[in-house]
């Protein structure tokens, strides 16, 4: 499953209802995760001791990968989002909708997959040590690449601010052609340049 090595595979329900115990959820956010997902399991535990050539990282101890069995296929993936900020451990959440499947993790902040047939589903476990792996796995799932001169985090706060600064562009290119007056048509030009250079 998901291309992993069958040594990795584990079988073991996640109950909902002590995840809501030992997280202390509110009833609103137990009654929105009911709404939508029908249950979890831990499907994969990725540790040197289930992969003997692979050594541990020096921030990743184990990756797990679990399924996440929804109701709907349409989920606001702020509970995803609430799921994985819950529990303190390098997770790939499985999202399961009939026979398709959507690949999500958590660093920093919540990155997905588009959805595919089951079979077409795979994590790479491309590193030398768990450090890298999970970089890979999050790379690979949010399809973005990590510089040379940065870390994980630190690409991701990078792209992070580059699609703000994008989001503030399009705000004032939108208003300058709709502005009249020639001299603040100027200005908003001037501050979109000057907003153009921070993105490269």
């Known amino acids: 499953m998901y291309g992993l090595p069958q040594t990795t595979e584990v079988k073991r329900s996640l109950p909902k209802a002590q995840l809501y115990r030992q997280y202390d959820w509110k009833p609103s956010q137990r009654d929105g995760f009911d709404a939508v997902v029908a249950r979890l399991d831990f499907t994969h535990f990725i540790v040197p001791k289930t992969l003997p050539a692979i050594a541990e990282g020096v921030e990743v101890k184990a990756i797990f990968v679990v399924d996440v069995l929804l109701k709907t296929r349409d989920i606001d993936l702020k ?3 609430f799921l994985a900020k819950s529990i303190p451990q ?6 399961r909708y009939e026979d398709s499947v959507r690949l999500a ?10 959805w595919q047939p089951e079979e077409n589903a795979t994590l790479p476990l491309v590193g030398i040590n768990l450090d890298a792996i999970w970089e890979n796995i999050v790379t690979h799932i949010g399809n973005f690449s990590v510089g040379s001169d940065k870390s994980l985090s630190e690409q991701i706060a990078a792209d992070n ?11 004032l290119e939108k208003k300058m052609f709709a502005e009249r007056q020639p001299r603040r048509k100027r200005e908003l030009y001037s501050e979109i340049k000057k907003l153009k250079q921070r993105c490269k």
């Open 79 to 81: 509970n995803i989002t």
């Open 90 to 95: 390098r997770i790939v959440y499985a999202l």
């Open 105 to 114: 993790v958590y660093h920093d902040r919540l990155f997905t997959a588009p």
């Open 161 to 171: 601010e580059r699609a703000r600064l994008e989001a503030q562009i399009a705000s």
